[in-house]
């Protein structure tokens, strides 16, 4: 499947819009044609941003059957509590507002929620049943390597409106794949690849390079593209380097 060929069609289907997004950005900040005149925009935006969230929401865990079990109910506040303490560790806040900001300009809100599991390297014994050449069983021990479940971690993370993709349908629920646009320069590249030859890695975008598909385009940045697909059609994840 060509992932690449796949993103420039859905990148030119949204180009129009893109173009017209950055143009509300540049009005909302008063960067437009006049940037002298009354900004309603901005004054607009300020006053409707409250409505959509104005604090930290409190995670409300119910059951659904209200009977007589008190398994569930611990269950639930359990869960509850779980909530409250995960949102309180980051800052859930300003992940929310940026995604609220973006939902009111450009028109794109994007949130993704990001579960980080930690491993460590462990040895452990292992008992192997064998059979010796007069056909005698024995039991022996082996050590194998492997890894253990460390910590969890579930947070949300903020994703800027213009590095979320996805293939060009009319309805939410017709969607087949979904990207995320990564930028890394070679430290970044190399500790997220290893295996990875830098040397076959096109290291000349910039952070705000507008067209990151051209390759006649000379650009003078050091930034590599990695575009994260999820296709949902395959239940797999996939990398596209540009």
């Not at 959509?52 to 269950?75: A, E, I």
């Not at 806040?93 to 028109?107: E, Q, R, S």
Request: hydrophobic residues 30%.
């Amino acid at each position: 499947m060509n992932w690449q060929k796949k993103i420039n069609q859905a990148k030119k289907v949204q180009h129009n819009w893109v173009e017209e997004a950055k143009t509300v950005i540049k009005t909302y900040k008063g960067e437009g044609e006049n940037p002298d005149d009354f900004n309603i925009l901005y004054s607009n935006v300020q006053t409707i941003r409250p409505a959509v969230f104005s604090s930290t929401p409190k995670p409300d865990v119910r059951r659904r059957y209200k009977d007589d079990n008190p398994v569930g109910k611990q269950v639930s506040e359990t869960l509850e509590r779980s909530l409250s303490f995960s949102i309180d560790r980051y800052a859930f806040d300003d992940t929310i507002f940026k995604a609220v900001n973006d939902m009111l300009l450009p028109g794109r809100g994007v949130v993704r929620v990001r579960y980080e599991p930690v491993f460590e390297d462990i040895t452990v014994s292992q008992e192997v049943e064998d059979i010796d050449e007069s056909g005698n069983i024995f039991i022996t021990t082996q050590e194998i390597e492997d890894e253990r479940l460390v910590s969890e971690d579930v947070t949300c993370e903020y994703v800027y409106w213009e590095d979320f993709l996805t293939d060009p349908v009319r309805a939410w629920g017709d969607t087949g794949w979904i990207a995320f646009r990564h930028k890394f320069d070679k430290d970044g590249f190399k500790e997220e690849f290893p295996d990875v030859d830098l040397e076959d890695i096109d290291f000349s975008h910039s952070l705000d390079d507008k067209d990151d598909s051209s390759k006649k385009t000379k650009k003078d940045g050091n930034l590599a593209i990695v575009w994260e697909i999820w296709d949902k059609t395959r239940s797999e994840e996939h990398t596209s380097e540009l």
